[in-house]
C-alpha cells in the first residue's frame, strides 16, 4: 500500500491516484505511517500517543495495523486516530497501552487481531450536526492477505480503548450478574467514570456494560 503524505495528511495512492485520505497530526497516533516503526506507548504529550513494540513480531502488527488502516480507508472518506486528553494519555501510558489501538484475539481463533478508536467527519448533509458523534471503533479481525472490518458505532464511552481479556471476571450492569469474559474484548471507557466491552459473537460485536 502506498501513501502519499504532506504536512499533517496522508492519502492513500492507487494506480498512480490519490484515493481516501486520514489525517496524521504530530500530536496524534498514526501507527501506519507516522509512527509505524513503533507500537504501543502513550507519549507524554498533550493528546499525542507515539508507538513501541507491544508484540515479539513487530512485522506481523504492523501488517496487521496496515491492513485495518487500508480497510477503514475503504470505508470512511476521511478519519483520524481519536485525539485523547491529557489525562488519559497519561493514564494509557502508566499502564503501557495505547488508548487508541487494541490488540487481543477477538474472535477467538488463535490469532492477533486490532481494533482503533477513530473520529470521522460528519456527513454535510446530516440533519443536526451539533449533535453528529464522530467516534467509532474500527475492529480488524486478522483473514488470510488482509483483515476483515467491523465498525461499532454509538459508543458508550470514548475517551480511550483498552483490551478486556479473556478469562477475566466481571459484572454485567444490565443483567446484574457476575460472568467471566470467554474471549479476548475491546473495552472502551469514560475517564474514571464508566465503561463497556465490546465481545464479538454471532458476527457482530454486542455491547456489555462492565463499569458503572
Not at 500500500?1 to 497516533?29: A, D, L, S, W
Not at 509505524?36 to 507519549?43: E, F, G, Q, R, Y
Request: proline share 4%; net charge negative.
Amino acid at each position: 500500500m502506498e501513501y502519499r503524505c504532506e504536512p499533517g495528511i496522508c492519502r492513500r495512492v492507487k494506480g498512480g491516484r490519490t484515493m481516501n485520505r486520514f489525517h496524521v497530526n504530530k500530536q496524534r497516533y498514526a501507527p501506519g505511517i507516522a509512527a509505524m516503526m513503533a507500537l504501543m506507548i502513550v507519549a507524554p504529550l498533550v493528546g499525542a500517543v507515539q508507538s513501541v513494540a507491544q508484540s515479539p513480531d513487530q512485522s506481523e502488527d504492523q501488517r496487521l495495523v496496515q491492513a485495518c488502516e487500508a480497510e477503514a480507508g475503504k470505508r470512511f472518506e476521511t478519519w483520524e486516530y481519536a485525539r485523547v486528553r491529557e489525562d488519559v494519555a497519561e493514564f494509557a501510558r502508566s499502564r503501557g497501552e495505547n488508548p487508541t489501538v487494541v490488540f487481543g484475539d477477538f474472535d477467538d481463533n488463535l490469532s492477533k487481531d486490532v481494533a482503533f478508536l477513530i473520529q470521522v467527519e460528519s456527513d454535510p448533509e446530516t440533519q443536526y450536526p451539533d449533535r453528529y458523534d464522530p467516534y467509532r471503533i474500527v475492529a480488524c479481525l486478522r483473514k488470510t492477505g488482509g483483515a476483515t472490518l467491523h465498525v461499532i458505532e454509538q459508543l458508550y464511552c470514548s475517551d480511550g480503548i483498552m483490551l478486556t481479556p479473556k478469562g477475566k471476571e466481571d459484572f454485567d450492569y444490565e443483567t446484574e450478574k457476575e460472568f467471566v469474559y470467554q474471549r479476548d474484548g475491546v473495552a472502551a471507557y469514560c475517564f474514571e467514570k464508566a465503561g463497556a466491552t465490546y465481545i464479538f459473537e454471532n458476527g457482530t460485536f454486542r455491547r456489555i456494560i462492565d463499569s458503572d
